[in-house]
């Protein structure tokens, strides 16, 4: 690696602290959850990783360490936003994971989106044969539907009408991460 983009490590403060200072978060397990002060929510959509020294919202796509979220919080530059941190100026090259977490974002969206399809098409399926139900053994097979259903709708209505919080849940839980 060159000097050119070896990055050069500076102390930066704890994001959770910083972030803590201006919205309320919430913890669960390693992450915190809060309402994106970038754009206006009534759910929180903002997530920080204190392991990482990251945030993300889901909502709006703002994303970075300690030092973006002054940058934005602020509307200054990034030596701005070291100098609002007490750090002092040291080249640093700025957040290079910027686009890829929009990348992530995108596809967090597309699964989420995709597994919902899913689900509304198991129910369809299950509803239809539901109708054609005649004999016992019809019932039989349409068993494993009965047993699934009142989860799959419990879903769906987490995913449709929930918090970001719980579809993240869902998207953790339902395999979607590789
Ligand atoms: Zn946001």
Same mark, same amino acid.
């Given at each position: 690696m060159s000097n050119m983009t070896k990055r050069i490590a500076i102390h930066k403060p704890d994001i959770l602290e910083v972030?803590? %200072?201006?919205?309320?978060?919430?913890?669960?397990?390693?992450?915190?959850?809060? @309402?994106? @002060? =970038?754009?206006?929510? !009534?759910t929180p959509?903002?997530?920080? $990783?204190? %392991?990482? %020294?990251? =945030?993300?919202? =889901?909502?709006?796509?703002?994303?970075? $360490?300690?030092?973006? =979220?002054?940058? !934005? @919080?602020h509307g200054v530059d990034f030596r701005g936003a070291l100098k609002l941190l007490g750090i002092s100026g040291q080249p640093y090259r700025p957040n290079p994971e910027l686009q890829k977490q929009k990348e992530l974002i995108k596809d967090y969206r597309q699964r989420l989106r995709?597994?919902?399809? !899913?689900?509304?098409?198991? @129910?369809?399926?299950?509803n239809d044969c539901k109708r054609l139900v005649r004999t016992e053994e019809d019932l039989d097979a349409i068993a494993p539907f009965f047993h699934q259903e009142a989860h799959i709708e419990y879903l769906l209505d987490c995913l449709q009408f929930g918090t970001e919080e719980e579809r993240f849940e869902i998207y953790m839980q339902g395999g979607l991460i590789e």
């Open positions: 972030i803590q %200072q201006h919205i309320e978060l919430k913890q669960n397990g390693v992450r915190y959850w809060g @309402l994106c @002060l =970038f754009h206006s929510e !009534k959509s903002m997530m920080v $990783d204190a %392991q990482k %020294q990251t =945030f993300i919202c =889901f909502g709006c796509g703002a994303g970075g $360490d300690v030092v973006t =979220f002054i940058q !934005k @919080l995709a597994y919902e399809d !899913k689900l509304c098409e198991y @129910l369809r399926t299950g």
